[in-house]
């Protein structure tokens, strides 16, 4: 059994990402795991990412607040439980665009593993 309490979860940056705090829960520096990685990102108003798109599959659930995320094409406002997958080469944009603050965990693989 691994834990991470929140308020000791690891914080990381990514390119890309204005007015967010992100942290690990599970994964990479937050500890062992096998197939994915948790973190939650924190977006003050008027916050967001760039719209980029990955190799990987992601998923986000929307914590608290609202969340509006866009593929390039589509564009969805996202609250509280809503989720949203993200397939691999696809488009992805996160904004909050309220003048509340937001949160939404993300959930994404880590690179498979090579042969021993």
Same mark, same amino acid.
């Given at each position: /059994?691994?834990?991470?309490?929140?308020?000791?979860?690891?914080?990381? %940056? =990514?390119?890309?990402? =204005?007015? /967010?705090? /992100?942290?690990?829960?599970?994964?990479?520096? =937050?500890?062992?795991?096998?197939?994915?990685?948790?973190?939650?990102?924190?977006?003050?108003?008027?916050?967001?990412?760039? $719209? @980029?798109?990955?190799?990987?599959?992601?998923?986000?659930?929307? $914590? @608290?607040?609202?969340? *509006?995320?866009?593929?390039?094409? %589509?564009?969805?406002?996202?609250?509280?439980? =809503?989720?949203?997958?993200?397939?691999?080469?696809?488009?992805? #944009?996160?904004?909050? @665009?309220? %003048? #509340?603050? *937001?949160?939404? $965990?993300?959930? /994404?693989?880590?690179?498979?593993?090579?042969? *021993?």
């Amino acid at each position: /059994m691994h834990t991470v309490r929140f308020d000791e979860a690891p914080a990381y %940056d =990514a390119p890309g990402h =204005a007015l /967010m705090k /992100m942290v690990r829960l599970q994964g990479r520096e =937050a500890g062992p795991t096998d197939t994915v990685w948790l973190g939650v990102s924190t977006i003050a108003p008027g916050g967001g990412t760039t $719209l @980029d798109a990955s190799g990987v599959e992601k998923i986000y659930v929307v $914590l @608290d607040g609202e969340v *509006a995320l866009s593929n390039g094409r %589509d564009e969805v406002k996202l609250r509280r439980w =809503a989720s949203c997958r993200i397939a691999p080469g696809e488009g992805r #944009q996160l904004r909050n @665009d309220t %003048d #509340q603050e *937001a949160s939404i $965990l993300l959930i /994404m693989p880590l690179p498979p593993t090579p042969p *021993a």
